[in-house]
Structures are given as C-alpha cells and as structure tokens.
C-alpha cells in the first residue's frame, strides 16, 4: 500500500520569510511525487515533480522541493514567501510500475500573514 | 484549470435524487479521473479510466458511476445509494495511461449539496 502524510494541517508564516511544507510518503518501490496547489473553490494545480534524478526539484512560483529517499520526505519550500502563496497544499505518490492511482495527502492550509 | 471543464460549478439535489456532473476534457489526453474531496480528507479516487470505452474502480466507488463513450468526456453519476454525497468533485486528466509519472491537469471542480 501507499500512503502521503502532511503532517501540519496549517503553516503560517511572516512575508519575506521561507516557508516550508512538510510531506512524508512510504511505497513499496520507486515513488513518483508531485506537489499541488489550490485556491479556494478552484481545481488542483501542479507545481512540481520529483520522478527521478536530481534530489532538488524546481517548480512554478519560485517553489522546489527535495527529494529525500532515506527519510522518505518530499518537503516543499520557498525561500521568500508571499501573501499571495496562502492557499492549500497537497503532496501526492505514486509509485514505478504498480496499476495503483495517485494518493493524495490531506493537505496542508498555508496562510501568509502580511 | 484549462482544458478542463466542469459543469455546473454549484449543484443542488434532493434526496433519493441521481444527478449527473459533466467533464469535458480538449487536452487529448488518454486518461481521465474522478476525485472526492472533503474537508481534511484530501482527495479520494472514485472512478478512472484509461481509454475509451474502459474504467476502473478507485478507492470510494460505491454509489457512482461513470461512463467513458468518447475520450474527450468522461461523466460522474451521484446514484442515491451514495449516502454522503455532500462534497467538491473534482475531475482530472493525463496524457498516458501507462505513464504515471505524468502530472494530472484539474478541472475547476463542481460542488454538490444535498438538500
């Protein structure tokens, strides 16, 4: 089985500064995982990938993430966030070979403050 | 949201009702998908399909259906045997079916309430 754990339901964070995202997956096999975004009442968007390579993937908006395999972490980050960025966040896994979908996290709420 | 389409946006329904969400999709793509979500939960797969003509069950079928007749459209029914069907449905695409690596493009989602 596979399983997404976004452990913070809710990250705030002051203007200017980094932000950082939390998400850890477990799979049997080579993950694929995806980081999204949504605004309230909107679909999901893509922001970023990690299938294979380098650890530190870079997305949209100024966002990456990295890869860390022994830790099994998929962290997203931002070295300046914005008000803008507030929205709700979802880490994703799948995994190299297996017929099995996309699991999705639960999310994580980000709020900007000003 | 582009090349994805959900209509309605809102939708309303009367128990022991079966109402139908519309996905459209002009992106080409082989793949398309249904999603659940509530509050806190994050999104649950309730159908997918990979080709015309053949889908699968996710992980909360119970109580949907769908149909896959053209590759551009790709149709949720809320049947009443759906005891909880109050939530945001959101509908998905991806260019290959065999090709999970492959990001999946939202629609911009339709709300279902039942009154």
């Known amino acids: 089985a596979q399983s997404v754990a976004q452990p913070e339901d809710q990250v705030n964070v002051a203007e200017g500064n980094p932000l950082t995202v939390k998400c850890t997956y477990s799979v049997s096999g080579n993950p694929y995982l995806f980081w999204y975004v949504q605004y309230p009442n909107r679909g999901l968007q893509f922001l970023l990938k990690y299938i294979t390579g380098d650890n530190l993937v870079k997305g949209s908006y100024g966002f990456e993430a990295e890869f860390n395999k022994s830790q099994t972490s998929f962290h997203l980050k931002k070295p300046s966030a914005l008000v803008s960025d507030s929205a709700l966040y979802f880490c994703a896994v799948g995994v190299s070979g297996s017929a099995r979908q996309l699991t999705f996290g639960s999310g994580t709420q980000l709020t900007v403050l000003p | 949201d582009g090349g994805i389409t959900q209509s309605p946006k809102y939708l309303f329904r009367k128990e022991g009702q079966n109402v139908t969400l519309s996905c459209e999709q002009n992106l080409n793509h082989d793949a398309m998908y249904w999603y659940r979500q509530d509050p806190g939960q994050g999104l649950r797969l309730i159908y997918y399909?990979?080709?015309?003509?053949?889908?699968q069950k996710g992980d909360i079928a119970e109580g949907y259906s769908v149909s896959r007749e053209k590759k551009e459209s790709f149709p949720l029914t809320v049947t009443s045997a759906q005891k909880n069907p109050t939530a945001f449905y959101l509908c998905a695409s991806s260019i290959g079916a065999g090709q999970r690596y492959n990001e999946q493009f939202f629609g911009p989602g339709t709300r279902l309430t039942v009154l």
């Open positions: 399909s990979q080709i015309v003509n053949d889908f």
